[in-house]
């Protein structure tokens, strides 16, 4: 079946430093989401991807999806306190397309010291 | 606007003892729907989810159950709780296939 791979599982800079998290996937995916989990929280949609080699931003926030559709990133530029957190991509497969072709990484935790 | 409701927010519970968590959606209709459990500190996994009322689809085999009594009404549950079903349960709708998930706030169960 399809799987996710999300990299790094955890990152600690120094605030104002940048941060970027990568996401594979085994398959050419359709869609990636990108999610935002702050501790204790529960997981919040960021931004979707659709097109091959799209980029889009938030503010401090860049989201890439490659060409191949096969991979993507997230970079954030000089990190704040508030951005801390787990980051999750998720991608829809083509394989499916139903409900349950939703596949999630495992999450990259930001932490931020001050 | 869409609004998503789950409960209870915290639960303690034996084991053997039976769970019953429920999710509401207002302001849509025919909405998709899922259970997402969480360990702690690790990615989700999707449980259960449905495109309808009565359709359930499990994605793992487990002592947990899902139901969909009414359109924009999700329950979770198990008759006998093993220590290994202890975390986070995350509910959460789509307006589509592939758009994007709306999850509640969460229920955070500790089997002991």
């Known amino acids: 079946g399809q799987q996710v791979m999300q990299i790094p599982q955890y990152q600690h800079v120094q605030e104002g430093e940048d941060f970027t998290t990568y996401c594979n996937s085994s398959?050419?995916?359709?869609?990636i989401q990108w999610y935002k989990q702050r501790p204790g929280g529960h997981p919040v949609f960021l931004i979707q991807l659709v097109k091959s080699g799209e980029v889009k931003k938030q503010k401090r926030l860049t989201f890439q999806f490659g060409e191949a559709k096969k991979n993507s990133s997230l970079h954030i530029t000089a990190t704040q306190t508030t951005d801390v957190g787990t980051y999750f991509c998720?991608?829809?497969?083509?394989?499916?397309?139903?409900?349950?072709?939703?596949?999630f990484g495992k999450g990259t935790h930001l932490i931020i010291q001050p | 606007s869409q609004t998503i409701h789950q409960w209870p927010a915290t639960l303690v519970q034996p084991v053997g003892s039976p769970l019953s968590l429920e999710c509401t959606v207002e302001g849509t209709s025919n909405p998709n729907l899922y259970w997402y459990r969480q360990a702690a500190g690790r990615g989700l996994q999707l449980l259960f989810y449905s495109v309808g009322i009565g359709q359930i689809s499990s994605e793992v085999p487990q002592n947990l159950s899902a139901s969909r009594p009414q359109d924009r009404q999700f329950i979770l549950s198990s008759k006998k709780l093993l220590l290994s079903d202890s975390g986070f349960y995350l509910c959460?709708?789509?307006?589509?296939?592939?758009?994007?998930?709306?999850f509640g706030e969460g229920s955070r169960l500790t089997v002991l």
């Open positions: 398959t050419t995916l359709s869609n």
């Open positions: 959460a709708w789509s307006p589509g296939v592939t758009g994007e998930l709306f």
């Open positions: 998720a991608g829809f497969g083509y394989s499916g397309g139903g409900a349950d072709g939703l596949t």
